[in-house]
C-alpha cells in the first residue's frame, strides 16, 4: 500500500482471502481424511494416494504461513500509514496556530485588548487540549518502532500523493459561496465523487462542488508501476529513522508554539491594565470637573423645601465621594504596581496619578464648605412652616362649626353628626400639634433671640385661636342631638301609620272563596298578614318607649309628641279586631270547599269503573284473557286505595253535620248517594273475577297442547332419515343424533304436563263446553310421543357399527404407511466423515426408538379390535384379521433393524471423538509453547511482575492440563483393545501428543527461573530510582541562591531547610539499604550484576555531594535572616511614625462644637501612644542595631544610615503633635458662634417645607371627580389657597437673610436640618408651577363631566324604556289565553319581538361601554345598569322558550293522551294564581296549596306544622335536586302524568294512538310518529312490541304498526 486508504483497501481483500481459505479447509481435510482411509483398507493406489495426500498437506501448511506473515506486513503498513497522517494533519494545525501566536497587534484601546486576550485565551486552550495529540502521536511513533518486521518509508508530502484528477469539459460560473468557477480544459483534482451529480474538487488551493456532468475522469499509472515505485522505495528506505526524526520535529513545533503563546498573553495582559488605566482616570477627572462646578456655588436654599433638597443633594453627593475614593484607590494601586513592573509608559502613568490626586484634593475642599453652609437654614424654616400649616388647619375647621344648619330630617341630621365626629377627631390631633408648637416656641425663643419677636406672635396666634376654637365645638354638638332625637320620632311614626293602614285593608277584605285552592289561598295569606302584625310588635313597643323617654326629658317638641302615641294606639286596636274576624269565616268556608271536592272524586273514580265491569267479553285467546286479569287485579288494588278514601268522605261529611254547618242537609244527601254506588261497585267486580279465571285455564292447555304436538312432529321427521348408510363423518353424525335424543328425552316431563292439565279440566268440569276437543287433545300427545322414542333408539345402534368399522380402516392405513416410512430410514449407511455428522445420526436414531417403543400400543390395539369384530361376527372378519397379521409381522421386522444400526453408529462415533480430541489437546500445546518461548521479561518492575503472574497462571492451567492429556492417551489404548479399528494410527497419535507435551513442561519451568531474577533487579531498579529523583531534586533546592527577600520567606526557608535535613537523615539509611540489596543481587550472580554495581556507585556519590550543599546553604540562611529581622523592626516603626504623621498633619479640625471636643481627647489618646511607643519600639530598634554593629555584619553601614533617618522622623513627629493641639483650641471658639445661626434657620425651613409639601400633595391630587358638584369643590379650594401665598413670600424673605449670615462663616451644611435655601427656593417656584398646572387641569375636568352628565341621562332613557317593554312582556307570557294553539301562536309572536328588541339592548351595551370608558359608575336618572338589563333579557328569552314548551307539551298531551283542552286551563290557571311573583316558579308551599286546589291528591293543610310523606313522595318526582322551587314545566309534566296514569280500557289507549297518526284516522301508526309523540324509550317500547299491520285483504302495509293489538294485548 502507497498511503492509508490502499492499505485499508489491501486488509479487507486479504480478510475476504482468509475467509475463502478458512472454507477450504473442511474439504481438504475430508479429501485427506477419505485418502487415509483408502490407505488403511487396503487399496491398490495406496502409495499414489499416500504420495498426493502428503502434498496436498505440505502446501496447504505452506499457504496458512504466508497468509499469516501477510497479515502481520498489512498490519505494519497500516499502524505507519495511519502515524503519518496523524503528523500531517497535526503539522497543519500547528502552521494555522503559528501564525496567530506571533501576531503584534496588542489592540488600540481597552475594548480591542480585551477582545484580544479573550481570543488568545481560546488559542491558548486548543494549544493546551492539542497536548493528548501529540501524545498520541508519540505512543504512536513508539509503537511503531517496536515492530519486528522491517518499517515503511515516510509517504510523498501532502501536495505530492498520485489523487484522482479530472478534466473539465465545459466552463461553469459559481452560483454559491460552496461552489467554484472553472474554465474548460482545466485539470482539477478530485476529492470526493460519492455524489452522483455534484464532485468535491480543488484548484490552485480553493476547494468547492462543480456539476459531475462538466467533467470527466483521468487515467491514473497502472498498478504495476504502483507496485514497483512502491518496492523501490521499500528498499531505499532507512531503518527507523524517519518516524523517529518526524515526531521530534512535531515536539519542537509544538514546544515553540507554547513559548510563542504564553509571551502574546503577557504582552496582552500589559496592554489591558495600561488602558483600563487609561480610561478609569479619565471618567473620574470629568466626574471632579462636574462636581466641582456644582459645590462652587453659595446658594443654601430660598425655604424649608429648597433647604431639604439642598441638603440630600449634598448627602447624595458624599455617598458618592464615597465611591468615588474607593475608585481613586483602586486606581492609584494600579499605577502604582504598573510603575514597579517597569511599565514602558510609567512615566506617563505616574504624571496622570498626580494631576488625579491634585484635583481630588481640591473637590473635597469644595465639598466641606459646601455642607457646613447648608446646616444653618434648616430650623428656622421649619418653625415657621408648623405655626403656617396650624393656623391655616384651625381656621378650615372655624368655618365648619359656623354652619346654622341642623338637619330637616334624620337623614340630613345624622350625616351632620358625622361630620361632627370627624371634627372633633382632627380637633384631638390638632391639639397636639399646637402643645408641640408651644414646646419647639419656648426652644428657638432661647436659641435664636434675633427672632423671638416673631416667634412669640406666632405663639399667641394659636393659642388664641385653640380656645375659641375648642368653645364652638361643644355648642354644636348639644344642639345636634337635641335635633336627631325629634327627627327619629317623626320617622317611626310616618313608617307605623302608613303601615297599619295598609294592613287594616288587607285584613278586612270580603272576597269569598270558589274551591278548595281558593280557601286554601286565602287561608294562608291571612295567616302571612298575622305573622307580619306579630312582628311589628316589637316596632310599636319601641315608638311607646322612645316617645315616654322623650317627654320625660321635656323635649321642646311635647305636644306634637303626645299626639302621635295616641294615634297609633288606636289605630293597632281596630286592626287585631278585624284580623279575628276574618280568620273565622275563612276557616268555615275551607271545610265545605274540601268536603265538596272529595265527594266529586270518589263519583268520578266509581263512573269508570263501573264502565269496565259491565263488558260481558271474557277473552277468545290466552293473550287477550291474560290481559284481562291484568286489568281486573289492577281495579282491585285501586279499590282497595280508594276504599279509605270513601270511608274519609263519610267521616269528613258526619263531623260537618254535627257541627251543625249552614249546609248540613246538602251534605247528607251527598254521603249517602257516594255509599250506595260503592256497594254495588265491589258485588259486580267480585263476579267478574271468577268468570276470568276459568277462561284463563282453558286457554293455557290449548296454547301448551298446540305446541307440543307440533315439537313432536318435527322431531319424527329428523329420527326416521337414513344417514347412516352414508360412511363420511360417522362420528360426527353420531355426537348429533346422542345430542338430538338427550333434548328429546328432556320434553317428556313437558308433554306429561299437557296432557295432565287437560285432564284436571275435564275432571273440574272448567272446560266451558269444550270437553270434547281437550280429551282429543290428550290422546294425540300420548300416542306421537310412544313413536318418537321407538324411532331414536332404531338409529342409534347403526350409527355405532358403522363408526367402528372406519376407525379400524383408519388406525390399520395409519401403520402401514408409517412402517413403510421407518424401513427406509433403516435401511440407509451408518458410516460418516466427520464426528458431527456421526452425532446427527445417532439423535436421529434415537427419535426412530422412541418412535417405534411409542407405536407398539397402537400394534397391540389393532389386534384386541380384530379379535372384537370376530367374536362379534363382524361381516369382514377375514379382511380384518390378515390386514393384523402383516402389520404386527413388519413390526417385529423394524426392532430388529434398528438394534443393528444402534451398534455401528457407536463405533464410528467413538472413533471420530478420539481424533477430535487428539487435534484439540496439540493444538493447545503449539499455542501454549508460542507464548512462553520469547526472551521478554520486563523492561520494569510492573511488567516483569505481571509476566511472572501470567506465567504462574500457566503453571496452574499446566497442572489442569495434564489430566486431560492422560485421558486422551487411555481413551486410544482403550479403542485398540476394543480391536474394532485400525490401531496404528492411533498409537502414532498417542505418542506424538506425549512429545509435545513434556517439551511444553520443560520450556516452562526455565522461563520461570528467568522471571523470578527478573523481579528482583526491577524492584532494586525502583528503589534505586526513588532516591536519585529525590537526590536530585533536594541538590537543586540546596544549590539555590535564594535566601528570602522578607524576613517571613527567610524564616519559612529556614524551617524547610531543617525539615530538608530531617529527610537527608531518613534518606541516607535507605540509600544504605538500597547498597546491601543491590550487592545481595550481584552475590546471588543476578544476569545484570554489572548494572547493580554501576548503580550503587551513582547513588553514593550523589548522595555526598548532597550533604555538602546542605551545610553551605544554611550558613547562609542565617546571615539574611538576622539583617531582614532589623529591617522588619524599622519597617514597623517607621510604619508607625508614618501612620502618626498624617494625624497630627490633618486639616480637620472638626465640622462642629461635639467633632471639635472629640478631636481634642483623640489627640490627648494620641499624645500617650507617642510616650508608650517610644518605651517598647524605639529602644528595641535600636539595641537590634547595636547587637549588628557589634558582630560586624555585611551590612553594617546601612544599619547605622537606616537607624539614624528613623530617629529624625521621631523627633519631628513630637513638635507637630504640639502645633496640632493648639489649632484644635482655636477652632472650638469658633464653632459655638455659629450653633446659633444654625438653630434659627433649620426651624423656619423646617416650617416653611412643611407648608410647601402639603399644598404640593394637595395640588398633585387626581381632579378626576365623580360629578359636576365634586368639580366645584376642588376649584372653590384652589382660590382659597392662592390668597394665603402672599404670608408664605414673607417668610421664604426671612430665611434668605439668615442664609447670607450664616454663608459668611464660610460652613458647608447645618447639622440641624437638611434643607438648604436653593432647595426651598426651587420648591416655591415648583409650587408656583403646579398651581397653574392645576387651574388648567380643573378647567378639562369641567368639561369632561359635562360631557358625562349628557351620556348619563342618554343612556337612562334608553334603559328605563327597554326596561318597562321586557316588565310588559314578561306579565303578557304570563297572562295569556284562549286555545291552547292561539296562546302558543301569541308566545311565538313575542318571541320574534324579543329578538327584534336585540338592537336596542346592543345600543344600550355601546352607551354602557362609553361610560365604563368615561369612568362613569353611577348614574341618577336610573336604577338599571347595562349588565342587569343584559341578565334580564336572557331571562325573559328563556322565559317565552320554557312557556312556548309547556304550551307544546300541553298540545300533544291533549292530542295524544287524551286529557282535555279545559282540563290544562285548569292547570295552567292554578299555576298562576300561586304565582304571585309572575317568575313561571312555584315554593314548595305554594305548589302544595296548588295540587290541593286541583283535587285529587290528598296533602295535609300548611298550617298543620308536620311533615307529609305524599308531598315528599311528589318533590322527588317533580324536583329530584330540591331547588326550592317547581317550573311551570314540571309541574305540567307531573299533572299531566298523574291524570293519564290510570288508563281505563284499551279502547281509550286505541283512540290515543289514532290520535298520533298523521291524519287522526288511520287503523295503524308508523315509527317516526311514536318517536315524534312520546319518548325515545317509550317508542322503542311500543316497536318491539307492535306487530306489523295487515290490511283488510290480508296485504301488509310497508311501515305500517298494528296499535289495536298492542292495545288488546296490554288491556
Not at 550523589?1102 to 540562611?1117: I, W
Not at 417656584?1325 to 369632561?1344: F, H, M, Y
Request: glycine residues 4%.
Amino acid at each position: 500500500g502507497k498511503d492509508l486508504i490502499g492499505v485499508q483497501n489491501l486488509i479487507k481483500k486479504h480478510q475476504a482471502l482468509m475467509s475463502e481459505i478458512s472454507s477450504h479447509e473442511s474439504f481438504i481435510t475430508t479429501v485427506c481424511a477419505d485418502g487415509d482411509l483408502m490407505i488403511s483398507q487396503g487399496h491398490f493406489g495406496a502409495a499414489d494416494i499416500k504420495k498426493k495426500t502428503s502434498m496436498l498437506s505440505d502446501k496447504w501448511e505452506q499457504l496458512n504461513e504466508r497468509v499469516q506473515e501477510r497479515k502481520k506486513d498489512l498490519d505494519n503498513a497500516l499502524q505507519v500509514h495511519q502515524y503519518y497522517a496523524d503528523a500531517n494533519e497535526a503539522e497543519s494545525w500547528m502552521k494555522e496556530k503559528e501564525a496567530v501566536v506571533s501576531s503584534g497587534d496588542y489592540g488600540k484601546d481597552e475594548d480591542s485588548a480585551e477582545a484580544l486576550l479573550k481570543k488568545h485565551e481560546t488559542v491558548l486552550t486548543d494549544i493546551e487540549t492539542f497536548s493528548t495529540t501529540i501524545t498520541s502521536l508519540a505512543e504512536s511513533c513508539k509503537s511503531s518502532e517496536s515492530n519486528d518486521s522491517q518499517p515503511l518509508p515516510p509517504p510523498p508530502p501532502p501536495s505530492q500523493p498520485q489523487q484522482a484528477l479530472v478534466k473539465v469539459l465545459y466552463t461553469y460560473t459559481a452560483r454559491t459561496p460552496r461552489e467554484i468557477s472553472v474554465q474548460k480544459g482545466d485539470v482539477l483534482t478530485l476529492l470526493n465523487s460519492a455524489n452522483n451529480e455534484w464532485w468535491k474538487v480543488e484548484l490552485d488551493g480553493q476547494q468547492g462542488y462543480v456539476p459531475a456532468s462538466y467533467m470527466k475522469k483521468m487515467e491514473l499509472p497502472t498498478r504495476k508501476d504502483s507496485i514497483v515505485n512502491t518496492s523501490a522505495l521499500l528498499m531505499s528506505a532507512p531503518l527507523q529513522d524517519t518516524v523517529q526524526s518526524r515526531q521530534l520535529s512535531i515536539n519542537s513545533k509544538y514546544d515553540h508554539i507554547q513559548r510563542m503563546a504564553k509571551e502574546r498573553k503577557q504582552r496582552l495582559e500589559e496592554s489591558k491594565k495600561k488602558y483600563k488605566l487609561m480610561r478609569e482616570i479619565n471618567e473620574l477627572e470629568h466626574w471632579i470637573t462636574d462636581k466641582e462646578a456644582l459645590t462652587a456655588t453659595e446658594e443654601v436654599g430660598k425655604d424649608l423645601e429648597h433647604v431639604q433638597m439642598q441638603k440630600k443633594k449634598s448627602d447624595d453627593f458624599e455617598k458618592d465621594m464615597a465611591i468615588n475614593e474607593a475608585q481613586l484607590d483602586k486606581i492609584c494601586v494600579m499605577a502604582n504596581k504598573l510603575i514597579e513592573e517597569e511599565h514602558s509608559d510609567a512615566e506617563q502613568i505616574h504624571d496622570m496619578e498626580e494631576s488625579l490626586r491634585q484635583h481630588w484634593d481640591n473637590l473635597v475642599q469644595l465639598v466641606e464648605k459646601k455642607k457646613k453652609m447648608l446646616e444653618g437654614a434648616f430650623q428656622v424654616q421649619k418653625f415657621v412652616r408648623a405655626v403656617d400649616e396650624t393656623k391655616s388647619w384651625m381656621n378650615e375647621k372655624d368655618t365648619a362649626l359656623m354652619s346654622d344648619d341642623y338637619g330637616r330630617d334624620l337623614a340630613s341630621v345624622q350625616a351632620l353628626q358625622r361630620k361632627h365626629e370627624g371634627l372633633e377627631r382632627d380637633l384631638a390631633a390638632l391639639e397636639n400639634k399646637v402643645q408641640a408648637l408651644h414646646g419647639d416656641a419656648k426652644a428657638l425663643g432661647v436659641v435664636n433671640l434675633t427672632a423671638t419677636s416673631l416667634i412669640q406672635s406666632k405663639d399667641r396666634e394659636i393659642s388664641d385661636g385653640w380656645s375659641n376654637l375648642k368653645a364652638k365645638c361643644e355648642e354644636r354638638k348639644v344642639k345636634l342631638v337635641g335635633s336627631y332625637d325629634f327627627q327619629k320620632l317623626l320617622s317611626d311614626f310616618g313608617d307605623l301609620s302608613g303601615w297599619t293602614s295598609s294592613m287594616l285593608a288587607l285584613v278586612s277584605s270580603g272576597e269569598v272563596p270558589n274551591d278548595v285552592g281558593g280557601a286554601e289561598r286565602l287561608l294562608q295569606r291571612h295567616q302571612t298578614h298575622r305573622t307580619e302584625i306579630d312582628t311589628r310588635a316589637s316596632a310599636f313597643n319601641a315608638f311607646e318607649a322612645f316617645g315616654g323617654q322623650l317627654l320625660a326629658q321635656g323635649h321642646f317638641a311635647t305636644s306634637e309628641i303626645q299626639e302621635k302615641l295616641e294615634s297609633i294606639r288606636q289605630d293597632r286596636k281596630a286592626m287585631e279586631k278585624a284580623w279575628t274576624t276574618r280568620k273565622l269565616f275563612l276557616d268555615e268556608c275551607f271545610d265545605l270547599q274540601m268536603f265538596i271536592r272529595d265527594v266529586e272524586q270518589a263519583e268520578s273514580w266509581m263512573q269508570q269503573r263501573e264502565a269496565f265491569l259491565a263488558s260481558e267479553d271474557v277473552g277468545s285467546s290466552l293473550d287477550a284473557v291474560e290481559a284481562m286479569v291484568k286489568k281486573q287485579e289492577e281495579v282491585e288494588k285501586s279499590l282497595q286505595s280508594e276504599e279509605e278514601k270513601i270511608m274519609a268522605v263519610q267521616r269528613t261529611a258526619d263531623k260537618l253535620i254535627q257541627n251543625r254547618h249552614h249546609a248540613a242537609a246538602q251534605v247528607a244527601e251527598r254521603r249517602a248517594g257516594v255509599l250506595s254506588r260503592w256497594s254495588k261497585l265491589k258485588s259486580s267486580l267480585a263476579a267478574w273475577r271468577s268468570t276470568l279465571g276459568q277462561s284463563l285455564c282453558l286457554q293455557q292447555f290449548m296454547r301448551e297442547a298446540g305446541e307440543v304436538e307440533a315439537w313432536m312432529a318435527e322431531k319424527m321427521q329428523t329420527a326416521s332419515d337414513e344417514s347412516y348408510k352414508d360412511p363420511t363423518n360417522l362420528s360426527g353424525k353420531l355426537q348429533k343424533h346422542q345430542a338430538f335424543e338427550a333434548e328429546v328425552v328432556a320434553n317428556k316431563d313437558r308433554v306429561s304436563s299437557a296432557a295432565n292439565m287437560g285432564q284436571a279440566l275435564i275432571d273440574g268440569g272448567q272446560c266451558l263446553g269444550m270437553d270434547g276437543e281437550v280429551s282429543s287433545h290428550i290422546k294425540d300427545l300420548t300416542q306421537q310421543w310412544d313413536q318418537l322414542l321407538a324411532k331414536l333408539g332404531e338409529k342409534t345402534q347403526k350409527l355405532k357399527e358403522a363408526n367402528q368399522q372406519q376407525q379400524f380402516n383408519q388406525s390399520v392405513k395409519d401403520m402401514d404407511f408409517w412402517l413403510g416410512e421407518v424401513e427406509a430410514q433403516l435401511s440407509s449407511d451408518g458410516n460418516s466423515e466427520d464426528m458431527a455428522a456421526v452425532q446427527a445420526l445417532i439423535k436421529k436414531h434415537q427419535l426412530v426408538e422412541a418412535d417405534i417403543a411409542a407405536h407398539e400400543e397402537r400394534i397391540n390395539d389393532l389386534n384386541t379390535q380384530a379379535l372384537r369384530f370376530a367374536k362379534d361376527h363382524h361381516f369382514d372378519t377375514d379382511n380384518i384379521q390378515e390386514k393384523q397379521r402383516n402389520t404386527t409381522e413388519r413390526y417385529q421386522r423394524i426392532k430388529k433393524l434398528a438394534a443393528a444400526h444402534k451398534v455401528k453408529l457407536g463405533d464410528s462415533l467413538a472413533l471420530h471423538q478420539f481424533y477430535r480430541d487428539l487435534d484439540n489437546e496439540e493444538a493447545w500445546i503449539r499455542e501454549k509453547k508460542l507464548l512462553i518461548s520469547g526472551d521478554n521479561y520486563g523492561r520494569d518492575l510492573m511488567s516483569a511482575q505481571a509476566l511472572q503472574t501470567r506465567h504462574l497462571r500457566f503453571e496452574n492451567e499446566l497442572n489442569t492440563q495434564e489430566a486431560r492429556i492422560k485421558g486422551v492417551v487411555q481413551r486410544g489404548e482403550e479403542l485398540i483393545l476394543s480391536n474394532s479399528l485400525s490401531d496404528q494410527g492411533i498409537k502414532d497419535r498417542s505418542s506424538q501428543l506425549q512429545s509435545l507435551w513434556l517439551d511444553l513442561r520443560e520450556t516452562s519451568a526455565i522461563r520461570g527461573q528467568r522471571l523470578k531474577a527478573s523481579v528482583a533487579y526491577q524492584e532494586y531498579c525502583v528503589g534505586v530510582d526513588e532516591e536519585e529523583v529525590w537526590l536530585n531534586e533536594k541538590m537543586a533546592l540546596a544549590q539555590s541562591e535564594e535566601t528570602g527577600d522578607t524576613l517571613a520567606a527567610v524564616q519559612g526557608l529556614l524551617k524547610k531547610h531543617q525539615v530538608f535535613e530531617t529527610d537527608l537523615d531518613v534518606h541516607s539509611d535507605q540509600v544504605k539499604q538500597i547498597t546491601d540489596t543491590g550487592m545481595g543481587l550481584v552475590k546471588q550472580g543476578n544476569f545484570q550484576a554489572e548494572a547493580i554495581e554501576q548503580r550503587i556507585s551513582g547513588l553514593q556519590r550523589k548522595v555526598k555531594d548532597l550533604d555538602e550543599a546542605t551545610v553551605r546553604r544554611k550558613t547562609k540562611l542565617r546571615d539574611s535572616c538576622a539583617y531582614l529581622q532589623f529591617n522588619w523592626k524599622t519597617d514597623l516603626v517607621e510604619s508607625w511614625i508614618k501612620n502618626k504623621e498624617g494625624q497630627v498633619r490633618s486639616e480637620d479640625f472638626g465640622k462642629d462644637i461635639a467633632s471639635v471636643q472629640t478631636l481634642q481627647s483623640k489627640h490627648e489618646v494620641f499624645e500617650a501612644g507617642l510616650g508608650t511607643f517610644e518605651q517598647d519600639s524605639i529602644t528595641s530598634m535600636s539595641a537590634m542595631k547595636d547587637k549588628l554593629v557589634a558582630t560586624n555584619h555585611n551590612q553594617c553601614k546601612a544599619i547605622v544610615q537606616r537607624h539614624a533617618d528613623v530617629m529624625k522622623r521621631w523627633d519631628k513627629l513630637l513638635k507637630d503633635s504640639e502645633a496640632h493641639k493648639n489649632r484644635l483650641m482655636r477652632a472650638l471658639e469658633q464653632f459655638k458662634k455659629l450653633e446659633e445661626l444654625f438653630l434659627q434657620f433649620s426651624k423656619k425651613a423646617s416650617v416653611f417645607s412643611s407648608l410647601i409639601d402639603d399644598t404640593v400633595e394637595d395640588m398633585t391630587d387626581s381632579v378626576r371627580c365623580n360629578s359636576p358638584e365634586e368639580i366645584k369643590s376642588l376649584r372653590d379650594t384652589l382660590s382659597q389657597f392662592q390668597t394665603e401665598l402672599v404670608q408664605m413670600r414673607s417668610d421664604f424673605k426671612q430665611l434668605g437673610a439668615l442664609d447670607k449670615q450664616i454663608k459668611s462663616y464660610n460652613v458647608s451644611k447645618n447639622p440641624y436640618t437638611w434643607f438648604t435655601l436653593e432647595a426651598l427656593d426651587d420648591s416655591w417656584q415648583d409650587l408656583q408651577k403646579l398651581i397653574k398646572d392645576r387651574e388648567v387641569e380643573l378647567a378639562k375636568e369641567v368639561k369632561r363631566q359635562e360631557k358625562n352628565e349628557e351620556l348619563r341621562k342618554v343612556f337612562a332613557q334608553q334603559a328605563n324604556s327597554l326596561h318597562s317593554w321586557m316588565a310588559d312582556t314578561r306579565t303578557a307570557l304570563i297572562d295569556t289565553y284562549g286555545t291552547l294553539e292561539s296562546q302558543l301562536q301569541e308566545v311565538k309572536t313575542k318571541s320574534e319581538e324579543i329578538a327584534q328588541k336585540k338592537d336596542a339592548l346592543r345600543r344600550i351595551e355601546e352607551l354602557g361601554a362609553q361610560a365604563e370608558e368615561a369612568l362613569i359608575f353611577d348614574n341618577k336618572y336610573t336604577e338599571h345598569t347595562m349588565v342587569s338589563l343584559a341578565q334580564q333579557w336572557d331571562q325573559l328569552r328563556q322565559m317565552v322558550l320554557r312557556v312556548q314548551h309547556n304550551l307544546e307539551q300541553q298540545i300533544q298531551a291533549r292530542n295524544t293522551v287524551g286529557v282535555s283542552e279545559e282540563r290544562l286551563k285548569d292547570f295552567t290557571a292554578s299555576f298562576r294564581h300561586f304565582d304571585k311573583d309572575r317568575n313561571g316558579k312555584l315554593e314548595y308551599q305554594d305548589f302544595k296549596s296548588c295540587l290541593r286546589s286541583l283535587g285529587g291528591y290528598d296533602l295535609a293543610l300548611a298550617e298543620t306544622g308536620f311533615s307529609d310523606p305524599e308531598f315528599e313522595t311528589i318533590l322527588s318526582e317533580v324536583d329530584p335536586n330540591r331547588t326550592g322551587y317547581v317550573s311551570l314545566e314540571d309541574y305540567m309534566s307531573f299533572v299531566i302524568a298523574h291524570e293519564t296514569e290510570n288508563v281505563e280500557s284499551n279502547k281509550e289507549v286505541e283512540i290515543a294512538f289514532q290520535a298520533i297518526t298523521s291524519g287522526g284516522d288511520k287503523p295503524y301508526v308508523t315509527k317516526e310518529e311514536l318517536f315524534q309523540a312520546l319518548s325515545k324509550e317509550q317508542a322503542e317500547y311500543c316497536i318491539k312490541l307492535m306487530k306489523p299491520y295487515k290490511a283488510p285483504d290480508g296485504t301488509l302495509v310497508p311501515g305500517g304498526l298494528d296499535y289495536k293489538e298492542f292495545a288488546k294485548t296490554l288491556f
